[in-house]
Protein backbone atom coordinates (compact mmCIF):
# COMPACT_ATOMS: atom_id res chain seq x y z
CA UNK A 1 0.00 0.00 0.00
CA UNK A 2 2.78 2.33 0.82
CA UNK A 3 4.43 1.73 -2.73
CA UNK A 4 1.36 3.10 -4.62
CA UNK A 5 1.04 6.37 -2.55
CA UNK A 6 1.79 8.90 -5.28
CA UNK A 7 1.50 7.03 -8.02
CA UNK A 8 -0.03 7.92 -11.60
CA UNK A 9 -2.31 5.15 -11.56
CA UNK A 10 -4.42 4.83 -8.28
CA UNK A 11 -6.01 1.13 -9.21
CA UNK A 12 -2.72 -0.77 -8.09
CA UNK A 13 -3.27 1.01 -4.65
CA UNK A 14 -7.04 0.71 -4.97
CA UNK A 15 -6.86 -2.90 -5.24
CA UNK A 16 -4.30 -4.10 -2.70
CA UNK A 17 -6.30 -1.94 -0.22
CA UNK A 18 -9.94 -4.08 -1.48
CA UNK A 19 -7.97 -7.20 -0.93
CA UNK A 20 -6.79 -6.26 2.31
CA UNK A 21 -10.39 -5.01 3.88
CA UNK A 22 -11.80 -8.25 1.98
CA UNK A 23 -9.34 -10.00 4.73
CA UNK A 24 -11.35 -8.13 7.76
CA UNK A 25 -14.42 -9.16 5.76
CA UNK A 26 -13.84 -12.75 5.92
CA UNK A 27 -12.79 -12.42 9.63
CA UNK A 28 -15.93 -10.72 10.55
CA UNK A 29 -14.51 -7.22 11.48
CA UNK A 30 -16.73 -5.26 9.45
CA UNK A 31 -15.99 -1.92 10.65
CA UNK A 32 -12.51 -2.14 9.34
CA UNK A 33 -13.80 -3.75 6.42
CA UNK A 34 -15.86 -0.94 5.74
CA UNK A 35 -12.72 1.64 6.34
CA UNK A 36 -10.71 -0.36 3.68
CA UNK A 37 -13.35 -0.43 1.08
CA UNK A 38 -14.44 3.32 1.38
CA UNK A 39 -10.37 4.38 1.40
CA UNK A 40 -10.01 2.72 -1.46
CA UNK A 41 -13.15 4.60 -3.02
CA UNK A 42 -11.26 7.72 -1.53
CA UNK A 43 -8.26 6.74 -3.82
CA UNK A 44 -10.14 5.66 -6.79
CA UNK A 45 -13.56 7.28 -6.62
CA UNK A 46 -16.54 4.95 -8.13
CA UNK A 47 -14.04 1.91 -8.35
CA UNK A 48 -16.09 -1.56 -8.92
CA UNK A 49 -14.32 -3.48 -6.77
CA UNK A 50 -14.43 -1.44 -3.81
CA UNK A 51 -18.27 -0.50 -4.35
CA UNK A 52 -18.94 -4.18 -4.52
CA UNK A 53 -17.11 -4.44 -1.15
CA UNK A 54 -19.40 -1.67 0.29
CA UNK A 55 -22.03 -3.56 -0.60
CA UNK A 56 -21.30 -6.81 1.40
CA UNK A 57 -21.02 -4.82 4.08
CA UNK A 58 -24.64 -3.48 3.39
CA UNK A 59 -25.51 -6.68 3.27
CA UNK A 60 -24.38 -7.63 6.38
CA UNK A 61 -25.72 -4.86 8.08
CA UNK A 62 -29.31 -5.71 6.70
CA UNK A 63 -29.23 -2.85 4.13
CA UNK A 64 -30.07 -4.61 0.90
CA UNK A 65 -31.73 -2.01 -0.82
CA UNK A 66 -28.42 -0.18 -0.48
CA UNK A 67 -26.09 -3.10 -1.25
CA UNK A 68 -28.12 -3.86 -4.66
CA UNK A 69 -28.12 0.20 -5.11
CA UNK A 70 -24.11 0.02 -5.12
CA UNK A 71 -23.83 -3.48 -6.83
CA UNK A 72 -25.90 -1.81 -10.04
CA UNK A 73 -23.14 0.53 -10.29
CA UNK A 74 -20.02 -1.25 -9.67
CA UNK A 75 -21.83 -4.11 -12.84
CA UNK A 76 -22.13 -0.77 -14.99
CA UNK A 77 -18.50 -0.34 -14.50
CA UNK A 78 -17.44 -3.97 -14.54
CA UNK A 79 -19.71 -6.44 -16.15
CA UNK A 80 -19.15 -9.51 -13.93
CA UNK A 81 -21.22 -12.68 -13.36
CA UNK A 82 -20.47 -12.19 -9.29
CA UNK A 83 -21.27 -8.85 -9.52
CA UNK A 84 -24.54 -9.48 -10.90
CA UNK A 85 -25.02 -12.47 -8.65
CA UNK A 86 -24.79 -10.53 -5.38
CA UNK A 87 -27.11 -7.84 -7.03
CA UNK A 88 -29.77 -10.48 -7.81
CA UNK A 89 -29.67 -11.55 -4.42
CA UNK A 90 -29.18 -7.90 -3.14
CA UNK A 91 -32.36 -7.55 -4.88
CA UNK A 92 -34.24 -10.18 -3.72
CA UNK A 93 -33.71 -10.08 0.07
CA UNK A 94 -34.88 -5.90 -0.53
CA UNK A 95 -38.29 -7.76 -1.84
CA UNK A 96 -37.34 -6.14 -5.56
CA UNK A 97 -37.58 -8.14 -8.60
CA UNK A 98 -34.30 -9.72 -9.72
CA UNK A 99 -34.93 -11.36 -13.30
CA UNK A 100 -32.50 -9.13 -14.79
CA UNK A 101 -30.03 -9.55 -12.05
CA UNK A 102 -30.08 -12.95 -12.11
CA UNK A 103 -29.94 -13.44 -16.21
CA UNK A 104 -27.01 -11.36 -16.79
CA UNK A 105 -25.25 -13.61 -14.39
CA UNK A 106 -26.05 -16.32 -16.03
CA UNK A 107 -25.22 -15.43 -19.23
CA UNK A 108 -21.89 -13.97 -18.30
CA UNK A 109 -21.16 -17.06 -16.89
CA UNK A 110 -21.84 -19.33 -19.45
CA UNK A 111 -19.80 -16.60 -21.95
CA UNK A 112 -16.20 -17.02 -19.89
CA UNK A 113 -17.05 -17.05 -16.51
CA UNK A 114 -17.73 -20.56 -15.65
CA UNK A 115 -16.53 -20.90 -12.32
CA UNK A 116 -18.98 -18.48 -11.14
CA UNK A 117 -21.74 -20.06 -13.44
CA UNK A 118 -20.87 -23.69 -11.39
CA UNK A 119 -21.17 -21.83 -8.05
CA UNK A 120 -24.41 -20.01 -9.16
CA UNK A 121 -25.90 -23.22 -10.17
CA UNK A 122 -24.35 -25.13 -6.85
CA UNK A 123 -25.84 -22.72 -4.79
CA UNK A 124 -29.28 -22.75 -6.82
CA UNK A 125 -28.98 -26.44 -6.88
CA UNK A 126 -30.28 -26.53 -10.44
CA UNK A 127 -28.64 -27.16 -13.66
CA UNK A 128 -26.12 -29.31 -11.89
CA UNK A 129 -24.96 -31.49 -14.54
CA UNK A 130 -24.31 -27.69 -16.66
CA UNK A 131 -22.59 -26.50 -13.36
CA UNK A 132 -20.29 -29.39 -13.22
CA UNK A 133 -19.15 -29.41 -17.24
CA UNK A 134 -18.57 -25.55 -16.48
CA UNK A 135 -16.27 -25.98 -13.76
CA UNK A 136 -14.46 -29.08 -14.99
CA UNK A 137 -12.98 -27.36 -18.42
CA UNK A 138 -12.04 -24.14 -15.71
CA UNK A 139 -10.10 -26.94 -14.12
CA UNK A 140 -7.98 -27.59 -17.20
CA UNK A 141 -6.72 -24.08 -17.03
CA UNK A 142 -7.31 -23.11 -13.35
CA UNK A 143 -6.89 -24.81 -10.48
CA UNK A 144 -7.56 -21.49 -7.27
CA UNK A 145 -9.56 -22.51 -4.32
CA UNK A 146 -12.27 -20.99 -5.51
CA UNK A 147 -12.25 -23.34 -8.48
CA UNK A 148 -12.09 -25.95 -6.71
CA UNK A 149 -14.85 -25.07 -3.98
CA UNK A 150 -17.42 -24.30 -7.01
CA UNK A 151 -16.55 -27.86 -7.96
CA UNK A 152 -17.15 -29.33 -4.43
CA UNK A 153 -20.13 -27.70 -3.93
CA UNK A 154 -21.62 -29.18 -7.27
CA UNK A 155 -20.45 -32.30 -6.27
CA UNK A 156 -21.91 -32.24 -3.26
CA UNK A 157 -25.36 -31.59 -4.57
CA UNK A 158 -25.18 -34.31 -7.07
CA UNK A 159 -23.82 -36.94 -4.37
CA UNK A 160 -20.79 -37.39 -5.44
CA UNK A 161 -19.78 -37.08 -1.58
CA UNK A 162 -16.11 -39.00 -1.88
CA UNK A 163 -15.25 -36.57 -5.09
CA UNK A 164 -16.76 -33.75 -3.15
CA UNK A 165 -14.22 -34.36 -0.77
CA UNK A 166 -11.37 -34.49 -2.44
CA UNK A 167 -12.39 -31.31 -4.84
CA UNK A 168 -12.89 -29.05 -1.04
CA UNK A 169 -9.72 -30.42 0.26
CA UNK A 170 -7.96 -29.01 -2.75
CA UNK A 171 -9.52 -26.00 -2.12
CA UNK A 172 -8.58 -26.31 2.00
CA UNK A 173 -4.89 -26.58 1.15
CA UNK A 174 -4.93 -23.45 -0.63
CA UNK A 175 -7.43 -21.34 1.47
CA UNK A 176 -7.93 -22.55 5.11
CA UNK A 177 -9.72 -19.79 6.09
CA UNK A 178 -11.83 -18.52 2.99
CA UNK A 179 -15.44 -18.38 4.62
CA UNK A 180 -17.42 -20.29 1.84
CA UNK A 181 -14.48 -22.98 1.69
CA UNK A 182 -15.65 -23.07 5.67
CA UNK A 183 -19.28 -23.35 4.74
CA UNK A 184 -19.15 -26.08 2.31
CA UNK A 185 -16.82 -28.21 4.21
CA UNK A 186 -19.19 -28.11 7.28
CA UNK A 187 -22.29 -28.82 4.62
CA UNK A 188 -19.93 -31.58 3.24
CA UNK A 189 -18.94 -32.99 6.59
CA UNK A 190 -22.94 -32.81 7.40
CA UNK A 191 -23.42 -35.58 4.38
CA UNK A 192 -20.65 -37.36 5.44
CA UNK A 193 -22.15 -37.86 8.92
CA UNK A 194 -19.53 -36.36 11.24
CA UNK A 195 -22.12 -34.16 13.00
CA UNK A 196 -19.82 -32.80 15.73
CA UNK A 197 -16.92 -31.48 13.39
CA UNK A 198 -19.66 -30.87 11.25
CA UNK A 199 -20.88 -27.97 13.91
CA UNK A 200 -16.85 -26.94 14.20
CA UNK A 201 -16.68 -25.86 10.95
CA UNK A 202 -20.36 -23.79 11.12
CA UNK A 203 -19.67 -22.02 13.98
CA UNK A 204 -16.58 -20.75 12.08
CA UNK A 205 -18.24 -20.36 9.21
CA UNK A 206 -21.36 -18.22 11.15
CA UNK A 207 -18.40 -15.85 12.40
CA UNK A 208 -17.32 -15.39 9.10
CA UNK A 209 -20.97 -14.75 7.45
CA UNK A 210 -20.31 -11.07 7.03
CA UNK A 211 -18.45 -12.43 3.67
CA UNK A 212 -20.97 -15.05 2.69
CA UNK A 213 -23.63 -14.25 -0.22
CA UNK A 214 -27.79 -14.20 1.52
CA UNK A 215 -28.12 -17.13 0.05
CA UNK A 216 -25.11 -18.87 1.63
CA UNK A 217 -25.76 -16.97 5.58
CA UNK A 218 -29.27 -18.95 4.44
CA UNK A 219 -28.21 -22.19 4.55
CA UNK A 220 -25.80 -21.80 7.11
CA UNK A 221 -28.88 -20.78 9.51
CA UNK A 222 -30.56 -23.84 7.95
CA UNK A 223 -27.57 -26.08 8.92
CA UNK A 224 -26.70 -25.03 12.15
CA UNK A 225 -30.74 -25.03 13.19
CA UNK A 226 -30.56 -28.96 11.80
CA UNK A 227 -27.38 -29.82 14.43
CA UNK A 228 -29.62 -28.60 17.25
CA UNK A 229 -32.90 -30.56 16.00
CA UNK A 230 -31.36 -33.95 17.70
CA UNK A 231 -31.07 -32.08 20.89
CA UNK A 232 -34.46 -30.72 21.14
CA UNK A 233 -35.79 -34.20 19.90
CA UNK A 234 -33.87 -35.98 23.00
CA UNK A 235 -35.28 -34.17 25.31
CA UNK A 236 -37.67 -35.47 28.18
CA UNK A 237 -41.39 -35.93 26.87
CA UNK A 238 -42.59 -33.53 29.79
CA UNK A 239 -40.11 -30.53 28.34
CA UNK A 240 -41.83 -30.71 25.17
CA UNK A 241 -43.72 -27.97 23.99
Same mark, same amino acid.
Given at each position: ?53 ? !?? $?? %??? =? /??? &? +???? #?? @? *? ?76 ? !?? $?? %??? =? /??? &? +???? #?? @? *? ?70
Amino acid at each position: MDAGLGARDPEPLAWVTVEAARVFLAEGDVETAQAGFQQALTVFPEYPPARVGV !AR $VA %LAR =G /RPA &E +AARQ #LE @A *AFEESALAETAWLWAEALEAAGADATTAWARAEKIGRHGEGRVLAALLGSRARDLEEGLRAVERELTGRGDHLTHDAH !AL $VL %LRL =G /RIP &E +ARAA #LD @A *ARALAPREPQVILHEGLLLLAEGQAEAARARLEDAWGRRAALFPSQVAELKAARARLAAPAVASAPPSAAP
